[in-house]
């Protein structure tokens, strides 16, 4: 078994070796940048572990691990142009490094990369690994389309936040980990199992994310508490207060969303206010919990000693902060 | 055989019959609206009429050149939202219709469409079909990467603007052809063979574009005379007259280029005037009978029938307007 920090050198390793074998040297500087400007890496991790669960060797895993990194990669460069974002990681985006054309052009050529990699999967896994690479793909893209339509509706019901975050995060996780597990040899059942496992556990991070934008430790959590709200974005937190609030607190809650300029703090506290006065804070726990029970008992219930588990089990607990 | 009306009518059919599985239907809006708007559908006609050479069924062909077509269509897109066009066959524009974000995601899921669809080729061609599609895509987006960079250069080669059309234009055409051929059972000769008339071909058809928006017909060609000119377009009649113009005729064809306020017609009548000094016009037709000529050397040289070719060369007469 790998520990985790030989899962990520692996993938490091990885990365540096992509071969850009297009005339085009131009179009791949900004895919070039924006992977060294790291991350997690969790997607190709979750490739490289799951494979792990069930074989020695984590190898075959590499190229559709590379796949997952560079197409999430992908949807960050167009999901940042979209947002006219200025900043990822700290560092410029590559539409403001570069322009919004190459950002378009670029962002293709790195979709069509992550294919490239996928395609050199061994034969005997490519007839699965690529129908549920491309329905993964499909459904993201429909994620990021009901993100964009839920910021100019004020009537967004939570069951739609929650298929939103499922399609614009939480596939991708399920994917990469029954990717790792076609590779690994399992069974279908476990390949259905950590595919659930995986929108389970994607689904408690994303509201854990929203959670700590409002109540994280800035230290910790390395963004500034209240970004969301700032910005009006549609979170469980938003779309669950849209929904519960009555009276003067919902007046007060739709007077600060249409209020175009205010003290920060000053918006922000009112509105984590709001957030308190209907306990959504323990609403979101109660849910976060609620998933992660769900994947703590799809996890257990694998065919593979316990101890083939223990890595991705501490990476988990290490990113939700929860033991299994 | 089939005649190219048969397969013009199952090409039809195909796309009347396209699948959106996605649970975001609006995604797709701009997807159906695009293919909508019609077209010669040249490049799934390649591919069945390839197949057709080789196989009495083209039915396992449809499929891949439903993707080509896709593809084709989702290149448009993004290309005329990077060129800010406002009308694609007399029509707005997808961005126009709808936003420039959406144009960006229902590009993207087009193109992720155009691999689903790719996935459903009979799995014992696929391993040849998908490292085919891959590159041949990751190309079109280095020829238009190359097509961008042109805009803001003067020093453009005709060699580099041979390379440009040849990745944005002609390889695709090559690839419809081999896919059909592949799918077809062609022997290996003949699947290289057929992808080198595809260049060739495409290689000359795009110089007759060029050629044609000097000195079309408006009514047979469809589009107004001296459109290219008017915006600068590095065609190959403007980067050939870069090069070779000197003193006087140089100084005015930059005149031409840099002034910004002019009466259409007159700006039109002068460039041209350069280029028939130039002789130009001979230069393009010299070139583009070379690359004809290689094409039909390469047909000839095709081991099938005559009968079973003439589709094809029937087709390719017609649009170059010129007899094999």
Known sequence: MFSFDQIQSRIEEGLRHLQYANPQQSLYEPVKYILSLGGKRVRPALVLMACNMYKDSVEEAVMPAMALEVFHNFTLLHDDLMDKAEKRRNKPTVHKVWNENTAILSGDAMLIFAYEL?????????????????????????????????ESRMDVSEAEYLEMIRLKTAVLLACALQMGAIIGGASEQDCEKLYRFGVNIGLAF????????????????????????????????LINALQ????????????????????????????????????????????????FDVAVSLLSGLDVLPERKTVLVEVCSRLMNRKF
Not at 142 to 147: A, K, L, N
Not at 209 to 237: P, Q
């Open 244 to 291: 519960q609030s009555r009276g003067e607190q919902q007046k007060e809650l739709l007077h600060w969303l249409s209020e175009t300029s205010f003290d920060p703090k000053e918006k922000i506290q009112a509105v984590i206010y709001i957030y308190n006065e209907l306990r959504l804070r323990e609403q979101t726990e109660a849910k976060i919990k609620e998933y």
């Open 118 to 150: 996928l395609g050199k999967t061994e034969t005997e896994y490519l007839g699965r690994i690529l129908p549920l690479f491309t329905k993964t793909a499909a459904e993201i893209c429909g994620g990021q389309q009901y993100d964009m339509e839920f």
């Open 206 to 237: 994303q509201l854990q994310d929203d959670l700590l934008d409002i109540y994280g430790n800035t230290d910790v959590f390395g963004k500034n508490i209240g970004g969301d709200i700032l910005c009006n974005k549609k979170t469980y937190f």
